[in-house]
């Protein structure tokens, strides 16, 4: 069977959503579970694009094995630089570099002729491949540029040393039928000289049906994000690619490398770190995808699974929760929990995790894998020298004025405030406010419980704004108002750190 290679670009398009940044260790450990979920190729940032862009490539090309790791470069020879700089220590490693070829960006945006974008790329392949082996040329907004000229633009760089050549959708404006002519145009001209990607955006809702039909010409790697994050309405999704091919084998006759049963704790870790939900009626990974309401459709899965189940839930890693550990459970029972579920800790984070588990188990009878994916999350997303929560008093109720009090350490000073507001978060928040001197404007609030009972841990999830700047804060605990403060501080630990490298 032909295996489609997944090129998973979370962390370099889809960071490029708004409101996703990530740090570099919360990078990592996404990178990590991308290993575990069997992605053949990781993009792992832009390194030109910021020297936080370009450490977090770096470390990732040094520390996450298993992939090939990939950084973007534009068609120039300092970023093609930067780009072999970050990704050199890899193992298996690739420079993705691209130029745009439709005729309204080559007019309007980069005022350059046909003739000079060609030989830029080619030029820029060549570059590259004079520093590593593994080159990737994209032809950007490849589905707005005329056909013939595309064609001589792929042929030439093939010929420069490219060994894969990616089709961006890059605005999303293809159709399927339109897009697998296209695709396969391209390979009737290339033959096997090169492998074929395809980068599909989804400002139409078709990124997952354009890569679908580009595989059917001949595609030979899909590049996506997990959830499907990405610039504006995203990029082509993970999971339904993979699930697509895997539920429909005996008509696509494709298959990828992706363990499948990571799906679910992948796209739960992305949306821990990112702060960015899933739509509950998303295939795959959205709550619902599995949940079937309808009483017809129960009293026929109760008969047989298959009757309205086209896809095992356990097939794509979702599990009944299970009851894992408890007060009594010791370091080696967390730890060996802790490698169960993948995670690969140090000592020192084994050991601060462990401090948190021990005060949550005593706040909480039972501990659930989701809870422990928690604390860890919040472990590893741990921003050094930020503000951080040292305590939280508040008074609310039906005729008492809601009053909070918030002492926090900030530059290694304990300081404290007292604030009112109409309700105990907002008290809180006026506290932190008036500590931290914010000016950021708060954009959204959510509040959900991880597991069930009145005893679930609570997860908070902010979205501060300041300077046009987005970004997404977390936090959790058993009580609601410490999992608010916490989000609201981590959101302006990002906004503190998104400064010091900006
Ligand atoms: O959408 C796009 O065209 C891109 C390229 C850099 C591949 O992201
Ligand atoms: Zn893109």
Not at 29 to 45: N, T
Not at 59 to 78: D, F, H, Y
Not at 468 to 487: C, E, L, N, Q
Request: a positive charge; proline letters at 3%.
């Amino acid at each position: 069977m032909r295996i489609i290679r997944i090129f998973d670009t979370t962390l370099r398009d889809g960071e490029q959503s708004p409101g996703a940044s990530m740090n570099v260790d919360e990078k990592i450990q996404i990178a990590k579970q991308l290993v575990r979920l069997g992605v053949d190729i990781i993009e792992a940032g832009f390194p030109m694009a910021s020297d936080g862009d370009f450490e977090a490539v770096k470390r990732i090309a040094n520390e996450v094995k298993g992939a090939t790791i990939a950084g973007l470069a534009r068609a120039k020879e300092a970023d093609i630089k930067r780009a072999y700089e970050a990704v050199k220590d890899a193992s298996k490693k690739r420079i993705h570099t691209f130029h745009s070829t439709s005729d309204i960006h080559l007019k309007y945006q980069f005022r350059v002729t046909r003739e000079e974008a060609l030989k830029r790329s080619v030029e820029m392949v060549k570059y590259a491949r004079s520093l590593v082996n593994d080159v990737e040329f994209s032809p950007m907004d490849a589905t707005r540029t005329e056909l013939p000229y595309l064609i001589d633009v792929v042929t030439a760089v093939i010929e420069a040393g490219a060994s894969t050549v990616n089709i961006p959708d890059t605005v999303g404006y293809a159709t399927p039928t339109e897009f697998g002519s296209m695709i396969r145009a391209i390979k009737e001209k290339i033959g096997d000289t090169a492998v074929i990607s395809v980068h599909c955006h989804n400002d139409l809702g078709l990124a997952v049906a354009n890569s679908l039909a580009a595989i059917l010409s001949g595609a030979g790697q899909v590049e996506c994000t997990i959830n499907g994050i990405g610039e504006r309405a995203g990029n082509c999704s993970m999971e339904e690619i993979v699930m697509n091919l895997a539920t429909r084998k005996d008509f696509y006759q494709a298959a990828t490398n992706i363990n499948t049963k990571e799906i679910i704790r992948t796209s739960r870790l992305l949306t821990r770190i990112t702060g960015i939900p899933v739509q509950p009626n998303k295939a795959i990974v959205g709550a619902n995808a599995f949940a079937h309401e309808s009483g017809i459709h129960q009293d026929g899965l109760l008969k047989e699974k298959m009757t309205y189940e086209i896809i095992k839930p356990e097939d794509v890693g979702l599990k009944q929760t299970e009851l894992v550990l408890g007060k009594h459970s010791g370091r080696h029972a967390f730890k060996a929990r802790l490698k169960e579920l993948g995670y690969d800790l140090s000592p020192e984070e084994l050991e601060s995790a462990f401090v948190k588990f021990k005060h949550l188990a005593d706040q909480k009878k039972n501990i659930f894998d989701e809870d422990i994916e928690t604390l860890v999350s919040e472990e590893f997303s741990k921003i050094p020298e930020g503000y951080s929560l040292v305590n939280l008093s508040v008074s609310s109720g039906m005729k008492v004025e809601p009053r909070s009090g918030v002492a926090m350490k900030v530059k290694g000073k304990t300081v404290r405030k007292t604030a009112k507001g109409d309700g105990p978060v907002d008290a809180t928040y006026k506290a932190i406010a008036l500590i931290t001197k914010t000016k950021s404007k708060l954009l959204k609030f959510e509040v959900k419980s991880i597991t069930g009972g009145t005893d679930a841990l609570g997860e908070v999830i902010v979205s501060l704004e300041e300077k046009g700047r987005t970004v997404r804060g977390h936090g959790a605990d058993t009580d609601i108002i410490v999992a608010a403060a916490k989000a609201y501080i981590n959101a302006l630990n990002k906004l503190a750190m998104r400064k010091k490298t900006a």
